[in-house]
């Protein structure tokens, strides 16, 4: 007698999830009947309103997507429960999953996070392991409790962190590494190989608060390493801004050199230099040699085209 297949609801939102996305509709023995993703939000200089790329794959493999503003209320989880979902899977959402939504699937609910937990939970952990200097990250398929992202681990990947790794990069290859850890997961539930879930580790807990455009502005009063991580995380959002000779531009990226007599003497901030190799400016260890920056309205180009169009800059080097 042939099994019924699991059936699987899904939840995301941006393109982090389309890989396990893809994983839930490419996996043996199951079946996917609904998509949960935000709501339409205005978007670009028009603000008209855009579907997140979740909805937008959805839509076009033909599956059910529902787009409630909470799932906190009775009919949004009347909604969930009427599918009758074996399991849901939870990638990027963007919304809190109260108890009665982890309560009706059940297998109950797994969730893809991008983080060696119980190292950064929360919104931001790609980010901020960059911002830490972490030499290594992650994927986590954990079984989902109420609390943020604390529930026990059933599979891990890891992945080194290379010095060339900017927030975009990072990103990528996590979500690539999510959609295998979910489809490694969900091939051993149908084969009832599932590993039992290992409660997380109470020390090295650390949370990744949500990204705030304000920290994109260099400091120039940290070291230059500090600095160098912060333009590696915040590409491709929200991209770090400092002011260069009075002008303020978007920095995309930018390089930790070692102090030398000549930054002596120079404030934080301060023009050492200015060749093709990048402009060099103090930090309070070290300096920043930035090598490709964007002006305000143009397109993002190398130091070397922008001391093209400010001659005045080598002049004072």
Same mark, same amino acid.
């Given at each position: 007698?042939?099994?019924?297949?699991?059936?699987?609801?899904?939840?995301?939102?941006?393109?982090?999830?389309?890989?396990?996305?893809?994983?839930?509709?490419?996996?043996?023995?199951?079946?996917?009947?609904?998509?949960?993703?935000?709501?339409?939000?205005?978007?670009?200089?028009?603000?008209?309103?855009?579907?997140?790329?979740?909805?937008?794959?959805?839509?076009?493999?033909?599956?059910?997507?529902?787009?409630?503003?909470?799932?906190?209320?009775?009919?949004?989880?009347?909604?969930?429960?009427?599918?009758?979902?074996?399991?849901?899977?939870?990638?990027?959402?963007?919304?809190?999953?109260?108890?009665?939504?982890?309560?009706?699937?059940?297998?109950?609910?797994? =969730?893809?996070?991008?983080?060696?937990?119980?190292?950064?939970?929360?919104?931001?952990?790609?980010?901020?392991?960059?911002?830490?200097?972490?030499?290594?990250?992650?994927?986590?398929?954990?079984?989902?409790?109420?609390?943020?992202?604390?529930?026990?681990?059933?599979? @891990?990947?890891?992945?080194?962190?290379?010095?060339?790794?900017?927030?975009?990069?990072?990103?990528?290859?996590?979500?690539?590494?999510?959609?295998?850890?979910?489809?490694?997961?969900?091939?051993?539930?149908?084969?009832?190989?599932?590993?039992?879930?290992? @409660?997380?580790?109470?020390?090295?807990?650390?949370?990744?608060?949500?990204?705030?455009?304000?920290?994109?502005?260099?400091?120039?009063?940290?070291?230059?390493?500090?600095?160098?991580?912060?333009?590696?995380?915040?590409?491709?959002?929200?991209?770090?801004?400092?002011?260069?000779?009075?002008?303020?531009?978007?920095?995309?990226?930018?390089?930790?050199?070692?102090?030398?007599?000549?930054?002596?003497?120079?404030?934080?901030?301060?023009?050492?230099?200015?060749?093709?190799?990048?402009?060099?400016?103090?930090?309070?260890?070290?300096?920043?040699?930035?090598?490709?920056?964007?002006?305000?309205?143009?397109?993002?180009?190398?130091?070397?085209?922008?001391? =093209?169009?400010?001659?005045?800059?080598?002049?004072?080097?």
């Amino acid at each position: 007698m042939q099994r019924a297949p699991v059936r699987l609801a899904f939840a995301g939102t941006p393109a982090f999830a389309l890989p396990c996305f893809t994983a839930c509709r490419n996996a043996p023995g199951t079946q996917l009947v609904g998509v949960w993703t935000q709501p339409d939000r205005p978007a670009g200089r028009g603000r008209a309103l855009a579907t997140s790329p979740i909805k937008q794959a959805a839509l076009a493999a033909g599956v059910a997507v529902f787009q409630p503003e909470s799932l906190k209320t009775r009919a949004a989880q009347a909604q969930l429960a009427a599918l009758a979902p074996d399991l849901l899977l939870v990638v990027a959402y963007g919304l809190i999953l109260p108890r009665g939504v982890l309560a009706i699937p059940r297998h109950g609910c797994w =969730n893809v996070h991008a983080s060696l937990l119980p190292r950064w939970r929360g919104a931001a952990p790609i980010q901020r392991a960059l911002l830490a200097g972490d030499t290594q990250t992650g994927v986590c398929l954990m079984q989902m409790e109420a609390d943020l992202d604390t529930g026990p681990v059933l599979l @891990t990947r890891r992945t080194p962190i290379i010095a060339e790794d900017t927030g975009g990069s990072l990103h990528d290859r996590l979500a690539a590494l999510g959609g295998e850890v979910l489809g490694i997961g969900l091939a051993r539930l149908l084969a009832g190989t599932l590993p039992a879930a290992q @409660t997380q580790a109470t020390a090295g807990v650390s949370y990744a608060h949500k990204l705030d455009k304000a920290e994109a502005v260099l400091d120039f009063s940290k070291p230059a390493i500090e600095l160098q991580r912060q333009v590696r995380a915040f590409d491709p959002w929200p991209v770090a801004a400092a002011e260069i000779a009075g002008e303020r531009v978007r920095v995309w990226r930018a390089q930790a050199l070692p102090a030398s007599t000549a930054t002596a003497g120079t404030a934080p901030g301060g023009m050492l230099g200015a060749t093709r190799a990048g402009i060099d400016l103090a930090t309070a260890a070290g300096v920043l040699r930035v090598t490709e920056l964007q002006r305000a309205g143009a397109r993002r180009i190398s130091a070397a085209d922008y001391l =093209n169009a400010r001659p005045e800059l080598r002049a004072r080097r």
